[in-house]
């Protein structure tokens, strides 16, 4: 199947701080990335749809100015959480449609910020 | 998507065969079932995904019934690496379509 990888796999941050999370597709193209989040003993929610050379679609609830999204390049989106704050603190999870139309997700990345 | 409703437990013991059932009763006829697992602290698993027909693979088999509503996915000989969190999620595989999560079933193989 179609690897998806993100980076970092973990990273910790100072409140107030901005991180950065890549998301690649390493043997296909993407033109749509979707980011999640994930808290302790809950199900994948998620946050925006990614597009590539166009702004990112935000679901209900979260802020576009807090969670930058970018979809520079078929093969990259990056997800940067700015200001960040202990309430931050979850799984990111990115995945993206392969050719064969099936989603594929990354290994995810913990953020935590102290 | 159409909602799914999994039950939220399952235990197996090892070495049998693992059936995880899923309701879809509002499926469209356009929609897909997918079968993902996310193991502990880790990214979900593409496991393997069906139209109306069942489907096999490496990993699984998939089996739709004829009227679509519901689903069973089979693990024909679980091992203690099967461990994890199964979500069964409705699709049309559109290029913006994009997956809902529920809550999944909590499977469990026993030694």
């Known amino acids: 199947g179609a690897v998806v990888s993100q980076h970092p796999s973990r990273v910790i941050c100072k409140s107030g701080t901005s991180v950065k999370i890549e998301c690649r597709s390493l043997?296909?193209?993407?033109?749509?990335m979707f980011w999640y989040r994930q808290f302790p003993k809950q199900s994948l929610m998620l946050m925006a749809t990614?597009?590539?050379?166009?702004?990112?679609?935000?679901e209900q609830g979260v802020e576009k100015d807090k969670f930058l999204i970018n979809h520079a390049s078929l093969t990259l989106s990056t997800l940067t959480v700015t200001s960040a704050h202990p309430e931050d603190s979850s799984f990111y999870i990115c995945?993206?449609?392969?050719?064969?139309?099936?989603?594929?997700f990354g290994e995810g990345s913990w953020l935590t910020v102290v | 998507d159409a909602k799914t409703t999994q039950p939220p437990s399952m235990d197996c013991a090892e070495g049998r065969a693992a059936n995880l059932p899923c309701n879809h009763s509002?499926?469209?006829?356009?929609?897909?079932v997918y079968w993902y697992r996310q193991i502990h602290s880790q990214g979900p698993q593409y496991i393997i995904h069906?139209?109306?027909n069942n489907e096999t693979n490496e990993m699984a088999s998939l089996i739709i019934t004829e009227d679509r509503k519901s689903s069973t996915l089979i693990l024909p000989h679980a091992t203690l690496r099967d461990t994890a969190v199964y979500y069964c999620?409705?699709?049309?595989?559109?290029?913006?379509?994009?997956?809902?999560f529920g809550t999944g079933t909590r499977l469990t193989i026993i030694p």
């Open positions: 995945s993206a449609r392969g050719t064969t139309n099936t989603i594929y």
């Open positions: 043997d296909f193209q993407a033109t749509t």
């Open positions: 990614s597009n590539e050379g166009s702004k990112a679609t935000y």
């Open positions: 509002t499926i469209s006829g356009n929609e897909y």
């Open positions: 069906g139209l109306k």
């Open positions: 999620i409705v699709n049309s595989q559109g290029g913006n379509e994009k997956l809902t």
